[in-house]
């Protein structure tokens, strides 16, 4: 924040106060000294007082909140109307409306009623209007224009108000005490400062005295806005930055699944790949197995068949040594029954000769 100097202020006549005649005994703690009838402000108090005020304005234009100034005198109207507007503040260098503070709402109103007449005009609806009709409208919005254009973006509340003549501004000094609203003002030596929350005490009457507080006042506003631009651009790159991190902590995780799954899907492969390999090598065992084990099974299915296979050759061979045994055996049955048959035969014949002979020789006798 830029510092005032001693003989800046000394140059701009900033220690000239009003006539002895004319002073307020509450601002007797800021006059330094009488001469030729007229207050002389101290310089050095004036210097703290105007930082102090700076940095707190500074504070509330960081913090986004909107500053009034007000200055309806004539010598200080343009100079603050022509510099508050390079910092986009609120300003009344017009009749100060009562209870524009007080009865904001009402003040509002009359704000959008200025509004409601620039989109009749916008929208076409101006020109059906009759001529007289136009020009009442055209006078009335001239007339808010006037009074109320420079607080049209005032949507609510001021946060502080800054007053160039304390004794002048009373009524708005008065407002802004009732609502609790901090007052920044420049205190003449005519002036009461015990309502003034940030009182400058300097010559509120020559018009490069207001320049100097004004600039000074208005370039702490200035700085504390810039820094709230940058705070929010580092807010914005912090949010940047922090997305793109989430966002690149998130691609990271989405990677990580995404191996996590590929290494899964990989191991499930090698886990077929192996069972199937596993699979092949017992099918490969098995069968050489077999190969093995086929003689050795022929071998003893051979043994353990052979009995049965005897037993089945022999029982199969039985009928045909039967037949043949049969028939060798039947010449000589017959040969043998023959025999038998022909010995008692021959034991019969003798037999029958000797009967034959004994007949014989019965008969004989």
């Known amino acids: 924040m830029p510092k005032t100097s001693f003989k800046e202020l000394l140059d701009a006549g900033v220690h000239f106060g009003h006539l002895k ?4 005994p509450a601002m007797a703690p800021y006059i330094f000294m009488e001469k030729n009838g007229i207050h ?3 310089l050095h108090k004036t210097e703290t007082r105007l930082e102090e005020a700076a940095a707190a304005m500074k504070q509330i234009a960081k913090s986004g909140r909107k500053i009034l100034f007000v200055a309806t005198k004539k010598q200080a109207k343009d100079i603050v109307a022509e510099k508050v507007q390079t910092v986009n503040m609120p300003y009344v260098t017009e009749r100060w409306p009562g209870g524009m503070l007080t009865n904001f709402p009402t003040i509002r109103k009359a704000v959008k009623k200025m509004s409601a007449i620039d989109k009749m005009s916008a929208d076409g609806t101006f020109d059906t209007l009759s001529k007289r009709e136009r020009l009442q409208i055209t006078r009335q919005r001239a007339k808010l224009e006037k009074n109320l254009g420079s607080i049209a973006d005032l949507t609510r509340l001021p946060a502080a108000m800054f007053v160039v003549d304390v004794h002048k501004e009373y009524i708005a000094v008065r407002e802004a005490n009732r609502l609790n609203i901090p007052v920044f003002a420049m205190v003449d030596t005519n002036s009461d400062p015990r309502n003034i929350d940030f009182p400058i005490p300097a010559n509120d009457d020559a018009s490069k005295s207001i320049s100097l507080i004004i600039d000074f ?3 702490a506003v200035a700085e504390g806005l810039n820094e709230r631009k940058m705070e929010k651009e580092k807010e914005v790159s912090d949010s940047k930055a922090k997305a793109e991190k989430k966002s690149a902590k998130k691609a990271e995780k989405v990677e990580l699944k995404a191996e996590k799954k590929a290494e899964k899907a990989e191991e499930k492969e090698e886990k077929k790949e192996e069972a199937k390999d596993s699979k092949k090598a017992e099918k490969k065992e098995g069968e050489e197995k077999k190969a093995k084990d086929e003689p050795v099974k022929a071998a003893e299915t051979t043994k353990a068949e052979e009995p049965a296979k005897a037993e ?12 043949e045994t049969a028939k060798v055996e039947e010449p000589k049955k017959a040969q043998e029954t023959a025999k038998a048959e022909e010995t008692p035969k021959a034991e019969e014949t003798p037999k029958a000769e000797e009967a034959a002979e004994a007949e014989e020789s019965k008969a004989e006798n």
Do not use: F, L, Q, S
């Open 217 to 219: 006042v208005v370039d």
């Open 21 to 24: 005649r004319k002073w307020n």
């Open 312 to 323: 089945e050759t022999a029982k199969a061979e039985e009928p045909a040594k039967a037949e």
């Open 40 to 42: 002389i402000i101290d």
